[in-house]
């Protein structure tokens, strides 16, 4: 391991300390939760344990942020700004434009059934990560889901959402 | 007498039910890929699987996992050794030696003494869970409510700290789990905990999607970052070890395996730990090596194979005594198993010794089709090994999405899935691991319980509680092992180890 890459190692990535400041909040946000359910009623009420838990993870929180604070500053190129270093090294457009496709994927599979949604997500989400061949993405992902499919369908008798096309083989 | 024939009778039903040997074999050849494919998580294959094997019989679904998990710690070390990419975290200590081998031209040979080593390794971890199992279990009868309450904390600790990185991380993961894991209605009091009105979280957190999200979905969305990985071919040939080189490394797989056994036992720490304490073992002890460490020593592809495969057997033993996950994997298989309505603890043995003699001659059975198949398809394995992840990380989603869906065929347990990934993601990329998360979910409840009881049964009294922990002798064995963990992770225990270091010196 070179000595930058120590370096890079040890320093924090864009977003961490606002990531350490969020689970804090969090902790402290479900830690007041856990009091709510029953108060310091006694040492074995449903909340107990809860806010014992929740006091853990706070003090943890509180731990990991001194802790980040004490590395060095994250790593950016050129004058970069720490909003942009976060999404060019934490969540680049890839990942932004995947989950975006992903979350189309959940809404359709109802209104459009299994197959044809998957049969679009595939392809979209191939294009996505940079597969240009044609072939590939229209067959390969077609025979593909058709394994899985018969698969789902003959050894796991899964239930799942129908559409036109499996209105077909009925 | 007649005990130890319908025992047998169990252990023998994998054999000779022709179904259940398929399903374990299935379960064998799909695990090898899935473990061999850098991206494909054998924690990730049985969470989604957990969903779809709902409507089968118990035996079936436990045989198809055991297949796959056997299966998977074992197929990571073949692409360490062929392309230098760990298929799975049990296998980085294989690649260090591994692929040193292949670059020299024997990488059929380091194949095939992997396999025999990890099946040598696996039988080995048969045998402590046949024999050590039983022993634990009349044991654990006698462990009372605030000693499962430490396993528990112990358990959470161990994967938290054990595994690398910050420990004040891996006890945030392990807490942030347990907290999950107490979402829902208590069972005490049903007062509800964390449901915010919804009626939908009355019955707890979701922790399947949950499961699916944090190993499947997080997964795919780290391996964006790294999409393309150098192939490189190499070249296999003989496949067969000579015996002689059998011989020579048997002592040191001896040791290695029953070492993997111990850590898998422990609870939280699995195969990856076991390995990495495997391969520092054989370095340590290999007085002279045929060539050094990291340039191709067979020790140290010995070592690691036997020892994670041997942790395997080791990981049943906490899960089917003490209801005690050995791992993030026996995590899982926990959840699988309360589906089917099981309860796995101290328990099962005497309530259901039909699935604890089935699980053993099961987890038998898939160290033998570790052998079969380890020895099989290494071309169509090289194949498999270079699907482009354009096309597999889509179909993943595919799977993690229908393994959702299909836990009561609802759409809302998608969206958990997602939202649990998403965060699983940020909180892998931030130095978390999730690990910790899914056996907090899972010990959450546990502890609970357990933490009542133990606090009822000693009248309310938080004096009387902390007393206890000192005078029963197991509650004390108990605290001296959880104290030494923590103290482990700080930097007085190096101070304190140097300082013996010096004065034996």
């Known amino acids: ?170 | 007498m007649s005990d130890f024939l319908t025992n047998f009778a169990y252990f023998g039903m994998s054999f000779t039910d022709p179904y259940l040997a398929f399903l374990t074999a299935a379960g064998v050849f799909a695990g090898i890929y899935v473990g061999a494919i850098p991206g494909l998580s054998v924690t990730m294959a049985v969470s989604i699987l957990i969903s779809f094997t709902f409507k089968w019989q118990v035996n079936e679904a436990l045989a198809l996992i055991a297949g796959i998990y056997y299966g998977g710690v074992y197929g990571g070390s073949r692409s360490a050794i062929l392309i230098n990419v760990p298929g799975a975290p049990a296998a980085i200590a294989s690649a260090l030696d591994g692929y040193p081998l292949a670059k020299l031209g024997e990488a059929g040979q380091a194949i095939g003494l992997t396999t025999v080593m990890g099946v040598f390794g696996g039988i080995i971890g048969v045998i402590c869970l046949a024999v050590g199992a039983p022993m634990l279990s009349q044991l654990a009868l006698s462990f009372a409510p605030r000693d499962y309450m430490m396993l528990a904390i112990w358990g959470l600790l161990l994967i938290g700290s054990l595994s690398g990185g910050m420990m004040a991380k891996g006890i945030f993961a392990g807490a942030l789990g347990v907290l999950f894991g107490t979402m829902g209605l208590d069972p005490l009091t049903a007062e509800p905990r964390f449901t915010f009105g919804l009626v939908q979280l009355t019955a707890g957190a979701p922790y399947v999607a949950a499961m699916i999200g944090l190993f499947g979905v997080s997964e795919v969305l780290v391996q964006l970052h790294e999409l393309h990985f150098p192939t490189v071919k190499q070249k296999v040939d003989k496949l067969f070890p000579p015996w002689k080189l059998i011989k020579k490394h048997l002592p040191l797989a001896s040791r290695c395996s029953l070492l993997g056994v111990v850590i898998g036992a422990l609870p939280g720490a699995g195969g990856d730990i076991a390995a990495l304490m495997a391969y520092d073992h054989a370095k340590r002890t290999t007085k002279n090596p045929e060539r050094p460490f990291g340039e191709g020593a067979w020790e140290g592809i010995v070592a690691p194979e036997a020892a994670a495969v041997g942790s395997v057997g080791g990981c049943y033993i906490p899960m089917l005594t003490l209801g005690i996950p050995g791992d993030a994997v026996t995590a899982v298989i926990i959840g699988a198993l309360y589906i089917h309505g099981l309860r796995p603890g101290p328990m099962m043995l005497i309530e259901t010794p039909h699935l604890f003699w089935f699980t053993v001659g099961n987890v038998l059975q898939s160290c033998i089709w570790l052998g079969i198949f380890g020895f099989m398809g290494i071309k169509l394995f090289a194949k498999i090994v270079e699907i482009p992840k354009s096309s597999l990380l889509p179909m993943i989603v595919v799977l993690s999405a229908v393994g959702a869906y299909a836990i009561e065929n609802n759409p809302v347990h998608i969206y958990w899935m997602l939202g649990f990934g998403v965060c699983g993601y940020f909180l892998k990329m931030y130095g978390f691991q999730v690990g910790p998360v899914i056996l907090g979910i899972i010990l959450g409840p546990l502890l609970d319980n357990n933490y009542r009881r133990a606090m009822i049964s000693a009248g309310e009294s938080p004096a009387q509680f902390l007393s206890e922990f000192l005078t029963s002798p197991v509650s004390l064995v108990l605290v001296i092992l959880l104290t030494l963990t923590v103290l482990s992770q700080t930097r007085y225990w190096a101070r304190l180890t140097g300082l013996f270091r010096r004065r034996s010196a």
């Open chain 1, 1 to 170: 391991m070179s000595a930058s890459d120590e370096q890079m190692d040890k320093a924090r990535l864009p977003g961490e300390t606002g990531f350490c400041v969020v689970i804090l909040l969090f902790s402290v946000t479900f830690l007041y939760l856990s009091y709510r359910i029953s108060g310091f009623s006694s040492w074995t009420s449903a909340g107990s344990l809860p806010m014992g838990t929740t006091l853990v993870m706070t003090v943890a929180a509180i731990v990991i942020l001194f802790r980040e604070l004490a590395k060095p500053a994250p790593q950016l190129t050129g004058g970069e700004s720490l909003t942009r270093g976060f999404f060019a090294q934490v969540f680049p457009l890839r990942h932004i434009v995947f989950i975006a496709v992903l979350i189309a994927y959940m809404f359709l599979l109802d209104p459009l059934g299994f197959i044809t949604d998957s049969y679009l997500y595939l392809i979209a989400s191939s294009l996505v990560l940079g597969e240009r061949r044609v072939v590939r993405l229209i067959v390969v992902n077609a025979l593909s889901l058709a394994a899985v499919y018969l698969v789902f369908q003959t050894a796991f008798s899964v239930v799942l959402p129908t559409g036109p096309v499996e209105a077909l083989f009925r």
